[in-house]
Nanobody, 125 residues
Framework: QLQLVESGGGLVQPGGFLRLSCAAS????????IGWFRQAPGKEREAVSCISKSDDRIHYLDSVKGRFTISRDNAKNTIYLQMNSLEPEDTAVYYCAAPLKYWACSSAPGAYRYWGQGTQVTVSS
């Protein structure tokens, strides 16, 4: 079974940074668009960022623009989400996901077929 695994979450103070990683087994991530989502308690899952299969389209949630950066390392079969200037409002479980239409980004969680188990990010002083 195809599997995505997130790592890199943790507790950080406001203004701090984290780098999340999304690694895959039995799938080559360079063949997919990959999205990052987050879900805070009591809130719906929201799209944070996405990178298209060909890397020519990158999307960010407005509230993270200029602070978060998505990137690929094909040699490591890993997608990264660099998160800088973290704010308490960024606190959530973060998930990476691969879409049904493997080449295309979407902000809709229902458009994604494969999900990781999530990694907790907590921004607090």
């Amino acid at each position: 079974q195809l599997q995505l695994v997130e790592s890199g979450g943790g507790l950080v103070q406001p203004g701090g940074f984290l780098r999340l990683s999304c690694a895959a087994s039995r799938m080559t991530l360079s063949n997919y668009a990959i999205g990052w989502f987050r879900q805070a308690p009591g809130k719906e899952r929201e799209a944070v960022s996405c990178i298209s299969k060909s890397d020519d389209r990158i999307h960010y949630l407005d509230s993270v623009k200029g602070r978060f950066t998505i990137s690929r390392d094909n040699a490591k079969n890993t997608i990264y989400l660099q998160m800088n200037s973290l704010e308490p409002e960024d606190t959530a479980v973060y998930y990476c996901a691969a879409p049904l239409k493997y080449w295309a980004c979407s902000s809709a969680p229902g458009a994604y077929r494969y999900w990781g188990q999530g990694t907790q990010v907590t921004v607090s002083s």
